[in-house]
């Protein structure tokens, strides 16, 4: 991955503060094969040292060391092909999963709000009223990354009108009713096509639903959702660490330990994280998985305070800073990005308060 690499080494700072090469993210991430790490081979994915979403967590990891707005892409339009991947949906999945994986179809998640409802945090923000066989959506869906204007795709829980099971359904950038924002002026990540979409009785026909009972499969997808998520994290984490060990051993200064032991909890957080999508543990034990989301972004902050301690006043000197003021900007994101940790916490107290 050097071409990719050095691609986004050289134009994070254009991705973070400017919308001019937002249109230029998926391809780059798309010719290095990044949306195809996880995916089955039979279905068009490429190989990885697990065969399963642990290689796309590390892929996102990977490309945020560089840049968290292309990272922020990647995990949208992966997050949507595993949908698609967990879904009984194998129409849907055949007829769209071929443009997901080559770039020419964005994909978003769509489902941030739909997370939340499964924590009961929020109400769903999308209604659905039952036409024929499928479904009309009515609603907002404030924030989503990745939508392309060119041609996206996108996924949304529904509440139907009648108050039967929720489900999930996609909708087209093409669709009648489907409006799409302009791009949300954002202090950070400003390449990454983050937009708002209103729905105004879009039809969604039986073959866009991908699933029919939206709570059982929401917990199903979550783990990945969140894990890759928790990707940005992570390598956001380590290029901050990595910047701090080098300025640290470089002035022979008193930060080393403090710098090696956040590594080791880096390590030993990814483990924890990369374990518990594997085994399937956090599909019945969120709040396992909520912890170390939480964890995760402590540590972020953590990490960014000692490369600006190691770093000193030299941070603050444009000539000198190598990305520093980028990463402290993408760092105030991780916290909250839905789920927020605020919403997290709020979710592990109702869940402790429910167990006592």
Known sequence: MATLHD??????????????????????LAAHGSFRAGVPLALGGEPGEYGDVRDAILGIADVARCSVTAAFVYWGQRSFIEYLLQSSNTALRDRLLPALLDGSLAGATGLSNAMKFLSGMEPLSVQGTADGDGWRLNGKLAWITN??????????????????????????????????????????????????????????????????????????????????????SIGLAAASLDKASQVAAAARGQLGEQIAAAQQALAALTAQLLDG?????????????????IALAELVQQALTLELQAKGGHAYLVQEEDGFARRWRESAFIPVITPSITQLQAALAKHAAATQ
């Open 7 to 28: 691609w986004l080494t050289q134009n994070a700072d254009t991705l973070d503060q400017s919308e001019s090469l937002s249109d230029d993210v998926m391809p780059a």
């Open 147 to 232: 939508l392309r204007p060119q041609r996206f795709v996108a996924a949304a829980a529904v509440a139907p009108a009648d108050g039967s099971t929720p489900l999930v359904a996609m909708f087209a950038s093409g669709d009648d009713g489907v409006q799409r924002s302009d791009n949300l002026q954002l202090i950070a990540m400003r390449g990454s096509h983050t937009a708002a979409v209103r729905l105004e009785n879009v039809a969604a026909p039986a073959d866009y639903v991908i699933a029919t009972q939206a709570p059982e499969w929401l917990a199903r997808v979550r783990p990945a959702f969140l894990g890759m998520q928790c990707g940005m």
């Open 277 to 293: 999508v594997a085994d399937g543990r956090f599909v019945t034990a969120a709040p396992s998985m909520f912890k170390l989301r």
